[in-house]
């Protein structure tokens, strides 16, 4: 089995297939944990409250489980849970949407007005009127240790990884045979798994699948006053809904004590931007000194659901992702998935959301 990509999604696929006693050979064109995609910026929100689509709720919960038990096997810390808020007004889609699955899925969570939210979170200043999902189980996954846990796995069970090969195109022959031309040479398999993140649209090879690909900039500031208000163990991940289609998330602070946020899934960039949105909302990163700024690329699909399953041509090819810049909590089970797919050729996991063929 031939593994295209071994970002978020494709590392755990190829860990997956391996684990299953498959022999894998996983292809990259950067080096492991690179940061030319959407895989990387040290930190990634989890959630089980899925304010997009109660759908997602299943797959959520099975990626918990698969999280925690690579944990166990890496050594490596992978999770961290600092409990979630996701805030706007009560109609918003942040705080309707979440509340919509937390009821469906019957999800451990609490409903903040905005003195609450203040009062239990000194940091955060919402305006009358705004309320939040409280979600206990959020918190953050560390993606660049998640994919080398995943590289290390798919090592440790017989899998090759290469790095700093391209891959130039792939073609199936009638004999179901794939061959994988790369900056390197060429490869045969009997299946192909193609997990490319910003380069799906040239790789997938589907004409009729409308893709995006959509600068993003992550950016850290220190907190005007300190970071001790923002520290893990009194300060949550966060979702804000401040209207007019603009979001922004952020975490807590980090080990050198600075605090990342980022618009999600939006037009407006850059650091004003960002200070701007953050004025009335959290004032001591308004004021905090910016210390760094990150860009990646979200590939968007028009509904901004993912794009996961057997390519509509070839039967042994399976296509995964563009996750729409909230797919990296899932890779864990989508590793799953894509192996479930490759290997077995159907997976027990609902993904009928994903199809690609919703888009022809």
């Known amino acids: 089995m031939i593994v295209v990509g071994l970002g978020g999604m494709g590392s755990a696929a190829a860990a997956q297939a391996a684990s299953r006693g ?3 050979l996983g292809i990259e064109q950067f080096q492991p944990a690179h940061d030319q995609g959407s895989s990387h910026g040290k930190s990634r929100v989890i959630r089980l409250a899925y ?8 797959l959520l919960r099975r990626a918990y489980e698969v999280w925690r038990r690579l944990e166990e096997q890496s050594g490596r810390q992978l999770l961290q849970i600092t409990g979630g808020l996701m805030i706007g007004t009560p109609d918003s889609e942040v705080v309707a949407g979440s509340l919509r699955s937390a009821r469906e899925h019957h999800l451990d969570h609490e409903v903040l007005d905005a003195a609450q939210i203040h009062a239990r979170f000194p940091p955060l200043t919402p305006a009358a009127g705004l309320v939040a999902l409280f979600e206990h189980e ?3 996954v560390f993606p ?3 994919i080398r846990a995943h590289l290390d796995a798919a090592a440790d069970r017989g899998a090759h990884v290469h790095f700093d090969e391209r891959v130039d195109g792939w073609d199936v022959a009638s004999s179901g045979t794939v061959t994988v031309r790369t900056s390197r040479g060429r490869y045969e398999s009997e299946r192909l798994i193609l997990a490319p993140g910003a380069w799906a649209a040239e790789l997938f090879k589907i004409d009729w699948l409308p893709l995006e690909v959509e600068p993003q900039q992550l950016h850290w500031f220190e907190p005007s006053g300190g970071a001790a208000p923002f520290m893990p163990d009194r300060f949550p991940i966060y979702i804000w809904d401040i209207s007019n289609g603009i979001q922004f998330y952020g975490f807590p602070a980090d080990a050198d004590d600075r605090v990342k946020v980022a618009f999600f899934r939006s037009k ?11 004025r ?4 001591a990163l308004a004021d905090g000194a910016l210390k760094e700024t990150v860009s990646c690329r979200y590939t968007l699909t028009p509904d901004q659901h993912f794009v996961i399953g057997h390519h509509p041509e070839f039967g042994n090819v399976v296509i995964a992702s563009p996750c729409s810049g909230h797919g990296y909590k899932f890779a864990s089970v989508i590793g799953e998935i894509l192996a479930d797919l490759a290997i077995d050729g159907a997976t027990r996991h609902p993904i009928a959301l994903f199809a690609p063929e919703r888009f022809r």
Not at 53 to 58: G, L, M, S, T
Not at 268 to 278: T, Y
Not at 280 to 283: Q, T
């Open 22 to 24: 498959k022999r894998v």
């Open 51 to 58: 304010f997009e689509d109660p759908a997602y709720v299943p």
């Open 138 to 140: 959020a918190g953050v």
């Open 144 to 146: 660049e240790e998640a």
């Open 268 to 278: 407006v960039k850059g650091e004003p931007a960002m200070r701007d949105a953050l």
């Open 280 to 283: 009335a909302c959290i004032p």
